[in-house]
């Protein structure tokens, strides 16, 4: 090998790897799927390969950088915390070697920029070149037929290669502060070329419609402009009024329209986001509820927290649980440290963050150059708004979304004018990366057979419908692992599906230990309760089917599909009081009457419910009532003299009813492009879809048609498993003896309307 290509090699490796992982080697696919963890294992292992090599032939030297410090002092806090919340520390393990491989990336990177491999413009390039990838990814989507229009202004809302718009808008957000910074620091073509797709990233972050992600994005413009008119030595008002007395009017001119640009895009800004405060699916409701869960988590725990990852569970306990949503997070950095890691985590963030301050400082104040200045002012606006993003969601638990902050943070800290650790240090820090990275690349390698044969086993029972064969395959990894909880829930499962296909009430037995058994170590949820309820039920122990079903409730306080289900079994297992208080919980809640509770068949077929004042039907749903009752005429004309009823779900209804009553539907399909296209309208208007295209409806399958195990890695296939846990199981949650509907109401109503149609 020449020389010149063995010095290269570690920036050619690093340039091409440290992207990867931004694009797709830090996502959760590699963190489910085990083919892809091994890719990531081999392609790691290069890179770190290549550069110790490089740094044992080259006798390169460790040097101090900006959080040594709290690094440190983070270590002893995460070893304390974690055992005096011993119970907790299997999550532990889930997140401490990603953080210790965030850790090892931050000292590489330095390490390799230090000693002259690597350039400050070619670090900020690594977060470029991913950012470039998924803006225009990005863009390839707004012509895209068959996604929905749910975003700015009806616009469809952008997500790229991310799949949620929510993890794009934070890629962005220091990827434009990046890209500022190298437009400002280049001259020429390439100050053009950057300073357009900076242009075209903001336009793309505003089509992600993430609130969050537009509040970073202005925090990222409004430190360019502040580190523009330190640079410029526009410091104080007597400085700013000496230099507009200097300008030509031109200047003036121009200054003065950007100006007003700014503030009238701030004000347009502003308004936007209020007005979307109360859009369906999107209001504040639930990010205030994670803060308060997490301040009072921390309330409960000041000292020490709850432990490493402990926020899921702590969510779950907390929560309103319907079966597909789990949360992974607070959606607020602080108070997530806060909750997890109570005051003695406070402290060791609050002086992070002023070791990088400080850092930042003093590389701003010492670069060698104007070129080198500009790059850290971009590094500067980066770190900045990736800050304000963390305050309103927590991206960057995935690592892909972390990287980058890592980049940002190096581009802003990095000290121009390095100082070397004495020779001593070194060896050990040199001991201590080798020996974190061998061991999270070598456990990661251990146990990928083991995630490997978990998702066989899932995949075996799916094809062959051996479902005990495949419940009994999961001894071997209990015994490996044996507080992972997804090996005993997935086996739970098939015992369950057995029972129901056998009616074998020792097979219900043996499920509902397993998901008892899962459940405790951390996969309890309402979905963990009706199943232990149904399978109680079965072996005949209606004690505790009426426990477990009071704890659906308790969980599932706002799920309205989950409380319909509850009622509905207590009355067939005849519990009658505990029927009595769920239909009470629901026919009483003013929250349920967008729901459209009264169409739904068991309301009409229950004793208990009859008993109970229904809520009336609102809105479009009264013309829905209509259409089932066999008149879509009637319904349109009804739907027709209500233009004020301007939702997706309403135009949905009148495409539909137009087509039964054999009127055009194509004015109210084009209608939904313009009708509030929220997350909660996606299904009226694919049903739609197929309505009006006269497409078969065995797609809209009611859950309890009968057994069905599917393997696949998307929210339905249990989040809790997939999300909390990193394993896959079955995207079936519920038992089929607990008879589960998970559908809207109203749209279950439709399609049971439409599917007796003659």
Sequence with gaps: MSTVLRSSLPRILLMVIVPYMMLLGGTLNVAVYPALQLLNIVLLGMAFAAWGLARIQGRWTWHITAVDTAVLVWIAVIAVVTLVNADEARRALIVVPYLMMLTVAWYVLHDALYNGV?????????????????????????????????????????AGLTGNPNLLSAILVPVIGLAAGRAWAARGRVRVVMGAFTVVALG????????GGWIAAAAVIGMLILLWLVDRGWTSPAKLATAWKRARTWQRGLAAAVLAGIVLVGIAGLVVVMDSLDDPGRDTDLRTYLWEAAWQNFTEHPVFGSGAYS???????????????????????????????????GAAMALAMALLVRAGVQAWRGALTSRDRHLIAGGWAAVVGFGVHLLFDLAAWTPFVAMHGVIALIVMTASPTPTPRRRVVGRVQSIVVGVVIVGVLGGTLWMNPYATRNLEILSEAEATGEWLVAADAFEDLQAVDPRQPVYYWSPAMLWAMAAYRDQDPALARRAYDAFGEAAALGMESAASHANMAALAAQFGDLDAAAEHLDAVMRFAWMSVPMRLSVAERAEAWGLPEIARTAWASLLEDERVETYGLPLDRRVAASEGARTLAVLPLPDELTALQTL?????????????????????RAHALRAIAAKLAGIDPAPYMRAIERGDNSSDSVSWILLARDVVADKPLDGWVDIRDGA????????????????HFFRPTFARMIVPQFAYDNRDLAIGALVDFLRERP
């Design 118 to 158: 690597l350039t400050r413009g070619q670090v900020s390039d690594m977060a470029l070149i991913t950012g470039i990838t998924f803006t225009f990814t990005a863009l390839l989507e707004v012509s895209q037929p068959t996604l929905l229009p749910s975003g700015f202004f009806g616009l469809r809302r952008l």
């Design 204 to 211: 793309v972050m505003v089509l992600t419609y993430s609130r």
């Design 311 to 345: 926020t899921p569970r702590m969510l779950l306990d907390r929560a309103s649980t319907p079966p597909r949503t789990a949360q992974t997070h607070a959606h607020n950095y602080p108070l997530q440290v806060l909750s997890e890691f109570g005051i003695l985590g």
């Design 628 to 648: 089932i009752d066999g008149d879509p005429a009637g319904a349109l004309a009804e739907l027709e003299a209500h233009p004020e009823w301007y939702t997706a």
């Design 708 to 723: 069905r195990l599917d393997v696949r890695n998307e929210p339905a296939s249990s989040m809790i498993a997939t999300l």
